[in-house]
């Protein structure tokens, strides 16, 4: 059994499409020796990614299977010059797919505990403690307080 298949037991995407995805995550946000982090595509981060993507199965699906039909095979197999266009193209052409992959992508990535503290905060859930913030700059309201209203008053 793969060491990434979910605990469910039931795995969405083939063995090629995570070999790719692990692949873009590591475009995506590559390791940094200088910063002491891993890259998104780490054992432990490319993990979370697949149970975090399991809701949206189906877009991801999609997006895999369009990421390697823009590689003509499989987006892993290309040279490194080449995933980076081939990449581009998906984000140019695809973008809804690939916001949906950075998005889980980035989520999972600051969730790791080694890229908290490479950014010198506590690696720990914001609440119930929550985190500081410079009270008395009230205009970084000014853009939620110009949004036309979206809810109904109550009778």
Same mark, same amino acid.
């Given at each position: 059994?793969?060491?990434?298949?979910? +605990?469910?037991?039931?795995?969405?995407?083939?063995?090629?499409?995570?070999?790719?995805?692990?692949?873009?995550?590591?475009?995506? +946000?590559?390791?940094? /020796?200088?910063?002491?982090?891993?890259?998104?595509?780490?054992?432990? +981060?490319?993990?979370?990614?697949? $149970? $975090?993507?399991?809701?949206?199965?189906?877009?991801?699906?999609?997006?895999?299977?369009?990421?390697?039909?823009?590689?003509?095979?499989?987006?892993?197999?290309?040279?490194? $010059?080449?995933?980076? /266009? /081939?990449?581009?193209?998906?984000? $140019?052409?695809?973008?809804?797919?690939?916001?949906?992959?950075?998005?889980?992508?980035?989520?999972?990535?600051?969730?790791?505990?080694?890229?908290?503290?490479?950014?010198?905060?506590?690696?720990?859930p914001p609440f119930p403690k929550?985190?500081?913030?410079?009270?008395?700059?009230?205009s970084l309201l000014d853009?939620?307080?110009?949004?036309?209203?979206?809810?109904?008053?109550?009778?």
């Amino acid at each position: 059994m793969d060491k990434f298949e979910l +605990i469910a037991g039931e795995n969405p995407w083939s063995a090629q499409q995570r070999r790719s995805l692990r692949c873009l995550l590591g475009r995506m +946000i590559p390791a940094s /020796v200088e910063y002491g982090v891993p890259g998104a595509d780490d054992e432990a +981060i490319f993990a979370d990614v697949l $149970t $975090t993507a399991r809701p949206h199965a189906n877009q991801v699906d999609h997006a895999l299977q369009r990421l390697d039909a823009l590689a003509d095979g499989s987006f892993a197999d290309l040279d490194a $010059t080449r995933q980076l /266009v /081939v990449a581009e193209t998906f984000r $140019t052409e695809a973008p809804a797919l690939a916001s949906l992959l950075a998005a889980i992508t980035v989520q999972c990535y600051y969730r790791d505990d080694r890229v908290m503290r490479s950014l010198d905060m506590e690696a720990r859930p914001p609440f119930p403690k929550g985190f500081n913030v410079e009270p008395g700059d009230w205009s970084l309201l000014d853009a939620v307080r110009a949004r036309p209203k979206f809810y109904r008053d109550a009778p």
